[in-house]
């Protein structure tokens, strides 16, 4: 048999077109061998391995959720329906869902399960301190931030310490800069400036609204008061005229009201490119990192030297070598807003808003603060009515209500409950600190139990309002005298009346407020001011 090479014109032209033959040329055809057969072969092979592929990672998946099911199937907790669990009862609870949460824990116990995802996943929701302390303490290696948190938060936190996990460099950076930086030195240094300058503007809009005998969204004004106050120290400048506060806060709002829906939302992930809460979350994130990566670049050229706000200290050690990136120092910065804004502003709402109801402890805090003359550090520090009224404060509505961990590798939790690895492992401050067998009358809102001799103040796993353990919140100290320093500066001026007497509809997000704000009627006090008579604590909660 003989093979020659034929149209060598056409080969040449065409190398695509280059075939072989039988003897003859006019018989050319019948041996050809084409490529189609063989792309179209490689194509079904292709086809069939991503489809194994595809089937082999869902059957991973399913087996993984199967075993939680079938772990946590024997513990008690609210009847479920098959495949989609406890979503139904979740879904109509998320408008109260903290209450919801509280009536789930005094009808299952300290330690229940909640069946959430579609496909069989779920919680194990616990409140017993000594669960919290080997979650947050003992074996916290086991237990970390769910990767679907971290993916949900991810435009808005970047990689900041409240989105990563301990075992990251970056956390253990982030931890040791703050240190440093938030200590009782830069409380001093903050309050004779930043903390004064910003607290007098406050105070002016309250009074503005006062002699009209009007209402204000409290929460508005506080969270201004702390966006101003966290980007002072921050990024050591006022905000930008052309943007302004209220702009300025109603960008994080929007952050941080579309990062909270995301959870109750989770479709985000593949129809987010037509959703119009996810556009707006780009459009608004584009401004925030847009104006945050400006400061910086304006700051590194103007050089830091001699400046004392976080921004520059951060500058100073990456020029001097330290390995800090742009990209870090803003999620240092998304840090300190969020950190600085919102964990202060709901600290300041609720505790204004139970004062207003309360007018015997109003008049004990006034007692407190007209003695205070000079607004120095240590007659902030000395005001033990005011911390213990913020004490108590916290227990009912706690900055950080709610706390999620995922389980890395089966365990045992100290109450012997089986933690199957992949689990999500949530407790609730907001729960804890209504426990009625840890806090006698735990419904009403009593200051004096914190300086009751008798009273056993509680560990740090009891009552988790600034976390525990590894990440107990480096910035405690400094954000309670901060508010101490707001709320004594506020109530030299005003007394305030609350139209919400009942239980609050509470959000779900970063931090705690209340759904739709909170009115608030700010009446200034005269020089001769006489205080309302004072009435008998109430007898049912406010709270």
């Known amino acids: 048999m003989q093979f020659c090479l034929v149209a060598p014109s056409q080969s040449i032209c065409n190398p695509r077109r280059l075939y072989l033959t039988n003897a003859t040329v006019g018989r050319h055809q019948a041996g050809s061998l084409s490529i189609k057969p063989l792309v179209a072969a490689l194509s079904v092979c292709l086809l069939v391995a991503a489809g194994g592929h595809i089937l082999l990672q869902l059957f991973s998946v399913l087996k993984r959720k199967w075993r939680i099911a079938v772990s946590i199937r024997h513990l008690p907790g609210p009847p479920s329906l098959p495949i989609i669990g406890n979503l139904h009862q979740l879904g109509m609870s998320l408008p109260r869902i903290h209450w919801w949460k509280l009536e789930m824990a005094e009808q299952y116990g300290g330690t229940y399960a909640t069946r959430v995802d579609c496909l069989m996943d779920g919680s194990i929701v616990t409140n017993k301190p000594e669960n919290i302390e080997y979650v947050l303490q003992t074996n916290s290696d086991n237990y970390i931030k769910p990767k679907m948190m971290q993916e949900t938060c991810a435009e808005v936190m970047g990689q900041a310490i409240f989105a990563i996990n301990p075992d990251s460099p970056l956390w253990t950076l982030q931890r040791k800069l703050m240190s440093s930086m938030f200590s009782v030195n830069s409380f001093r240094k903050y309050m004779k ?219 045992v939790l100290p109450d012997g409950t089986f933690v199957p690895a992949g689990v999500n492992v949530e407790y609730s401050p907001f729960v804890m600190g209504r426990d009625k067998t840890r806090w006698t009358d735990a419904d009403k809102f009593i200051p004096e139990r914190w300086l009751d001799p008798s009273f056993s103040p509680p560990t740090d796993y009891e009552y988790p309002v600034f976390n525990a353990g590894k990440r107990k919140c480096v910035g405690q100290r400094i954000a309670l005298l901060q508010v101490k320093y707001i709320l004594c500066s506020l109530f030299q001026q005003f007394r305030f009346e609350s139209a919400k007497s009942d239980k609050p509809r509470l959000t779900l997000g970063i931090a705690l407020f209340a759904h739709g704000g909170l009115p608030i009627v700010p009446i200034a006090r005269t020089k001769t001011h006489a205080m309302r008579k004072p009435t008998p604590p109430c007898a049912t909660s406010t709270a």
Not at 226 to 233: A, E, G, L, N, P
Not at 345 to 360: E, G, K
């Open 193 to 411: 400036s930043v903390f004064a300058e910003h607290t007098a503007k406050c105070i002016a809009t309250l009074h503005a609204v006062s002699q009209k005998n009007d209402t204000i969204d409290m929460e508005l004004v506080l969270l201004t008061l702390t966006t101003d106050i966290s980007f002072h120290m921050g990024f050591g400048r006022h905000v930008p005229a052309e943007m302004n506060s209220r702009h300025f806060h109603n960008l994080f709002r929007d952050a941080s009201t579309i990062t909270a829906s995301r959870f109750t939302k989770p479709w985000y992930k593949w129809f987010g490119w037509c959703m119009p809460s996810e556009m707006q979350l780009k459009a608004v994130m584009a401004e925030i990192d847009g104006m945050f990566y400006r400061i910086i670049h304006t700051r590194k050229m103007e050089g830091a030297s001699g400046s004392s706000d976080i921004l520059s200290q951060l500058v100073a050690r990456q020029k001097a070598g330290e390995p800090i990136t742009d990209t870090f120092l803003r999620d240092m910065m998304m840090t300190v807003m969020l950190a600085g804004r919102e964990t202060v502003a709901s600290s300041l709402l609720w505790i204004i808003h139970l004062i207003s109801q309360h007018p015997d402890v109003e008049a004990k805090v006034f007692a407190e603060v007209q003695g205070v003359d000079a607004m120095n550090y240590d007659a902030v520090a000395q005001l033990q009515y005011l911390e213990a009224v913020m004490k108590e404060t916290w227990r009912l509505f706690p900055p950080t209500a709610l706390e999620l961990k995922c389980a890395v590798h089966d365990d």
